[in-house]
């Protein structure tokens, strides 16, 4: 397999790449071909057939160029509310609800329309930061295709009806004691439910709860079990952590601990950027993630490696355990984090991955304990998810009642297992043996298809609920918005399903509170809903010492592994209906709507079947009897044995957004073996998948895109302007005055989680294209994640780099422009104005970045009403035939300038956070005033580590980033 | 061979060249006259609304300033129209039998609110604020026209760019004390010599600059 490195060739020496040969043609034609489908199939029709286009386009020319008035109706108040002004923003504290945890958001509403979800800076897990999925939540709650109203078998009913029977139901349950009542919910946290299941479980002793939850942390808390003797969540203090061990462990990637996580990382890291101790991160994994690719030191090992090296770093830091047999490599990066670990004593972190045997997680608690890391780097607390009667056995004991006959009625509550529990249960099958079923959840999901009853939910932004965030403080959950579907919430459903009607989610929540303050609810309450969090309400942080040692484990199924993983966009396929996570390209292969198997360069170099396995080729992977086809990704990193297969995608969602998007992976997955099966076989199969996939898209031409220094170099401060700013330019000069906005981004924190990019989204009303759209490079994102590689395709070094527009000083878009639709303001913005594009695409073919995005269609004029809803009023939705452009979120910048001048200030620094810099969970972005030396982003840009993205071509930006500092093994570094 | 040109030709070249000339240039004309028209920019007409309310009444005769009704405007991008409730505080008491107030008690009563017709409307890629025009002193006249004297509310100035544009190249004569923004008739105000100096000190006191106030991005986002 040739890697195409030679056209990227750099000053410094260093190649970066972006993509496998194999896949992706050669680079150059990518570059060439900017807007690759712009005139597909022209060239070869000949000249008459040309010259049509060209006369219907100068004939519409007129038609497009006509604006339309807007909706020119007003609806004032009957009665207002006081003290308010109708169209300022309205902030709301609340939270999101992610796999059952709380993602604290401030939710901003424009005339009563939720359109923002911004991160909570006060709350003590999150501090500001968001997460991709967070970001989204507002695209669900406004999602058309989510279920509008109850239906019984399949027909719309009314809440009456399903009130009715549920009466009823109740009645024949209350006089056996809820025998036969079995209740399935997803992963939760909150207390309102436990109160209520509490309730539920006084009244009918007979009934049952269970929970399934396809990706929890399930064997995290058996670990715990075995080193405590009960089970206890792991609370990690990472910002704490001079050296981070991590063992196939995802820290940063994503799911519901992510932003903590990446929070406290970023503290830690940006304290090593100023000499302040180490921040060191070790990992060994079979498939690349987010962890992997920002670690300084990483090694590719199998999945079933994992328990062999998490013993060998016991036995190298001291334990009598023997030291089982390792490869070179393995040895080497094992005496490197041994030796790094033992340098910091007691500020270094083992973590092993959940998806790891209890024996072998627990094993690294044990390690941290002997470390002293217990109590600072790593601390436990009771569980703060509600965890069910039969424990890890809960879906399989429904199951089991469920053949035997014993369930009479099966409420599911946010829950899908009939499309993600494992295969083996054969749980679809055995739940049409209740008697009466009833699915209550946001959509009309597999699941739903086949209950008796349909009672669509409430989304967490449009009820009242409460959760906890990973670090177990509570949030109360409130409304930003009344529900504009027939919906019900998720606590009055479980109160129905009892026969007891007319509980508001209010009073329910409220109920719970109520009980726990007595006398003090009312400040209480209040307080928690305007701070968005309870304060001191997580459990604290158990007293536990001296770890037992776990017993001795087996170590490794030999042969090829398959693994199981979480889409990095659709969860385990909850947001399947979620376009902007549909459209999101994947941090780690930047695939969009579809999943896919990775599988190692060599691994598909070696399986050669007629030409090779290529990206997009159709496989067949099969274990333990069972398989699944999909289409296959040569993935730079991955362990030569493992293939790893995205689940979540595959759903069977007919009429939906969701539907036949991806493959299904779940029914490899069993119960026995839920994270990695061993003895797996790859076949190709005939066919060829076409992937939207945006990593060759917008490939620059030159070099040192990505850029390291050492340690050392990191700490200087520049002496002087950098060189590009002396260069002669024929473009004018711009006066500079104060402000004048800049940005800078730190690539050594940055952790390509997508998090700004769906935060952009969500602020610019970002139009969706959906998949041909996109695989034709016309995908609309703004701000997009560069991905590089570095080094030899099956061990390389990953890079990401967020790049908006660079708002160049010496801009060529501005020079392209034949009507000025793209000028410069005395800010420094490069602006686009949209009623002055004509949609030549001369700026884009200028614009050295390909940061600009063309309207080839009218991607917002059909949008149904919901939509239409869940826009940022501040910003122009964009028609056909339109360029546009990151613009610094320029609505935030006038804004602001306007509320300074009413007060008669100048704009603080800090007081202007675009969307992507607000969302950022490692406070990568910074954005401010570059004329005022004391700015933020003026003290990054003053650091040696600035530098200028194509520095070469003179432009000039005023977007820099900051080049990542390589912490290999001390003395290193280039 | 045949001449393949007549002896006219050259004539009707000439003429055709001509008539071509003139007929783009009448088109231009008719063009720009049109999109100046009263007719296209929509000055001096009336708009249906659910109720013939009138500005000359209430605010020419009995004098209610603009903030009583339109209540975002010093706080706010859009001044906003009032709640039925606005109304129904003084016509619970006057007026009360009225057909023509009949909506605003339906309205009320049924808890549907008033649907009213803009008469000023910018387009939707424009974006104007209020709240910083009335903080400067631009006076609701000077966009809005003498509200007071229009027994149905219509359009005063074409909302064409170039009346934007006017004033943001020279926003001076415009200005007017803030405190008397809603002011209606500034006859007397311009008699005094003393205040053609106010423009001009009013923009040094706020720091307005006029190259910034032109600049793409004051509006357009």
């Known amino acids: 397999m040739d890697i195409d490195t030679s056209r990227l060739s750099s000053r410094t020496g260093r190649r970066f790449w972006r993509a496998v040969e194999a896949h992706d043609g050669n680079l150059d034609a990518a570059i060439e071909a900017e807007f690759a489908a712009a005139f597909e199939g022209l060239s070869d029709r000949g000249r008459r057939e040309l010259l049509k286009v060209m006369g219907a386009s100068l004939a519409l020319l007129g038609v497009a160029g006509c604006s339309q008035q807007g909706d020119v109706r007003a609806m004032p108040y009957v009665t207002a509310p006081e003290f308010e002004t109708a169209d300022n923003p309205k902030h709301y504290a609340t939270a999101v609800i992610m796999a059952g945890w709380a993602q604290p958001v401030i939710g901003v509403t424009h005339v009563g329309r939720p359109t923002k979800l911004e991160g909570n800076p006060k709350h003590p897990a999150s501090g500001g930061a968001t997460d991709a999925f967070t970001q989204a939540a507002l695209l669900g709650l406004y999602d058309p295709n989510r279920a509008q109203g109850p239906k019984f078998e399949g027909r719309p009913a009314a809440w009456a009806a399903f009130d009715d029977a549920m009466v009823e139901n109740a009645a024949r349950l209350n006089a056996r004691q809820g025998e036969g009542f079995r209740l399935l919910t997803g992963a939760s946290t909150s207390p309102t439910l436990a109160r209520q299941l509490n309730d539920l479980m006084q009244r009918w002793p007979k009934a049952r709860w269970h929970l399934f939850e396809p990706f929890d942390d399930g064997l995290r808390l058996e670990a715990a079990r075995l080193a405590f003797g009960k089970p206890l969540d792991r609370r990690l203090h990472v910002d704490q952590a001079e050296v981070i061990v991590s063992l196939d462990d995802d820290l940063l990637g994503p799911g519901p601990q992510q932003t903590l996580n990446a929070r406290q990382w970023s503290t830690r890291r940006r304290a090593f950027q100023t000499g302040q101790g180490q921040a060191r991160l070790f990992v060994a994994e079979p498939t690349p993630s987010l962890t992997g690719a920002v670690a300084g030191d990483r090694l590719i090992a199998a999945h079933g490696r994992i328990p062999a090296l998490a013993q060998a770093l016991s036995s190298a830091l001291g334990d009598s355990a023997t030291m089982p047999t390792l490869s070179a490599l393995e040895q080497q990066w094992l005496e490197r984090a041994a030796r790094a670990m033992k340098a910091v004593q007691g500020r270094a972190l083992v973590t092993v991955g959940a998806q790891h045997a209890p024996e072998v997680q627990a094993l690294a608690v044990a390690l941290n304990a002997r470390i002293g890391a217990l109590g600072r780097t790593i601390a436990f607390a009771e569980p703060a998810a509600l965890s069910p009667p039969d424990g890890a056995q809960s879906l399989a004991t429904l199951v089991r009642d469920l053949q035997g006959g014993a369930v009479d009625t099966l409420v599911i509550l946010d829950a899908n297992p009939v499309f993600t529990a494992p295969a083996d249960l054969g749980f679809a099958r055995a739940m049409e043996r209740a008697r009466v079923r009833v699915y209550a959840g946001l959509h009309d999901d597999e699941t739903a298809a086949l209950c008796h009853w349909r009672a669509p939910i409430q989304h967490c932004l449009e009820s009242w609920t409460d959760a906890r965030a990973v670090d177990g403080t509570v949030s109360l959950v409130q409304p930003l918005v009344r529900p504009f579907y027939d919906v019900r919430s998720a606590h009055a459903v479980l109160e129905a399903v009892q026969g007891r009607l007319g509980a508001s989610d209010h009073d329910l929540v409220t109920q719970t509170w109520r009980g726990a303050w007595g006398g003090a609810f009312d400040e209480t309450w209040r307080t928690s809903l305007l701070d968005g969090f309870i304060a001191n309400s997580a459990p604290a942080e158990a007293a536990v010492s001296a770890a037992r040692v776990a017993a001795a484990f087996a170590s490794e199924a030999p042969g090829l592994e398959v693994l199981f993983r979480p889409d990095p966009s659709l969860w385990d396929g909850r947001f399947a209906n979620n376009a902007w996570l549909q459209e999101l390209p994947k941090p780690l292969n930047k695939v969009t709507w579809d999943n896919v198997i990775a599988v190692s360069p060599a691994f598909a170099e070696a399986n050669h079947i007629g030409s090779g396995i290529d990206s997009g080729d159709i496989v067949r992977v099969e274990a333990g009897g069972r398989s699944v086809e999909g289409p296959v990704w040569v993935t730079p990193g991955q362990a030569r044995d493992s293939i790893t297969v995205f689940l979540g995608y595959g759903r069977r969602l007919p009429g939906q957004l969701g539907d036949g998007h991806g493959f299904d992976g779940y029914p490899l997955r069993t119960s026995v073996s839920p994270f990695a099966v061993g003895g797996a076989r790859l076949t190709r199969v005939d066919g060829k998948r076409l992937l939207a996939c945006t990593q060759d898209h917008t490939a620059l031409q030159g070099f040192d895109f990505v850029r390291t220094v050492s340690p050392d170099a990191a700490r200087r401060e520049r002496s002087g302007p950098s060189s590009a700013s002396r260069e002669p330019s024929l473009y004018p000069d711009w006066r500079a005055s104060s402000p004048s906005w800049g940005m800078s981004v730190d690539t050594d924190v940055c952790i390509g989680c997508n998090a700004c990019v769906t935060a952009c989204d969500a602020e610019n009303n970002i139009p969706m294209v959906g998949k041909d759209q996109v695989a034709k490079g016309r995908a609309m994102h703004w701000l997009r994640i560069d991905h590089y590689f570095e080094g030899p395709a099956d061990d390389p070094k990953l890079f990401f780099q967020p790049v908006p527009c660079m708002h160049c000083e010496k801009a060529p878009c501005e020079m392209g422009c034949p009507v000025g639709a793209t000028v410069h303001s005395p800010d420094g913005l490069n602006l686009q104005v949209y009623n002055r594009c004509i949609g030549t695409r001369t700026c884009s073919s200028f614009c050295p970045y390909k940061v600009r995005r063309f309207n080839w269609f009218d991607f917002t004029g059909k949008d149904p009403p919901e939509l239409q809803a869940a826009r940022n009023p501040n910003v122009t939705v964009r028609s056909r035939g339109v360029m546009e452009k990151c613009t610094y979120c320029i609505q935030r910048i006038s804004d602001a300038r306007i509320a300074a001048e009413l007060e008669g200030r100048p704009i603080a620094d800090g007081e202007i956070k675009t969307a992507c810099q607000q969302a950022c969970p490692t406070k990568a972005i910074v954005f401010g005033d570059v004329i005022n030396p004391e700015s933020e982003v003026s003290r990054r840009k003053r650091s040696a580590r600035d530098y200028t993205l194509l520095e070469e071509v003179n432009t000039r930006p005023r977007t820099t980033y900051l080049a990542r500092i390589d912490d290999g093994e001390e003395g290193e570094g280039a | ?221």
């Open chain 2, 1 to 221: 061979m045949a001449q393949i040109f007549t002896p006219a030709a050259d004539t009707w070249l000439r003429a055709t060249t001509l008539a071509t000339v003139f007929l783009l240039t009448l088109g231009a004309f008719l063009f720009a006259g049109y999109v100046n028209s009263d007719y296209a920019t929509g000055v001096g007409m009336v708009v249906d609304q659910p109720v013939p309310f009138s500005h000359k009444h209430h605010v020419g005769d009995l004098g209610i300033d603009c903030r009583m009704c339109h209540t975002g405007v010093e706080t706010s991008a859009n001044a906003g129209f009032p709640p039925t409730h606005t109304c129904m505080t003084c016509h619970s008491q006057l007026w009360t039998g009225a057909a023509a107030l009949a909506p605003v008690r339906d309205s009320l009563a049924e808890d549907k609110p008033l649907v009213w017709n803009r008469v000023s409307e910018v387009p939707n890629y424009v974006f104007f604020n209020h709240s910083i025009h009335i903080d400067r002193g631009v006076p609701c006249v000077a966009c809005h026209g003498r509200i007071d004297e229009m027994p149905l509310t219509q359009r005063a100035h074409p909302f064409l760019m170039r009346f934007c544009t006017d004033c943001h190249r020279d926003p001076g004569p415009k200005l007017r004390p803030p405190d008397q923004v809603t002011r209606m008739d500034w006859s007397a105000w311009d008699s005094v010599p003393e205040h053609r100096r106010y423009g001009i000190e009013a923009m040094k006191h706020f720091g307005i600059e006029p190259s910034r106030l032109i600049n793409c991005e004051t509006c357009h986002r």
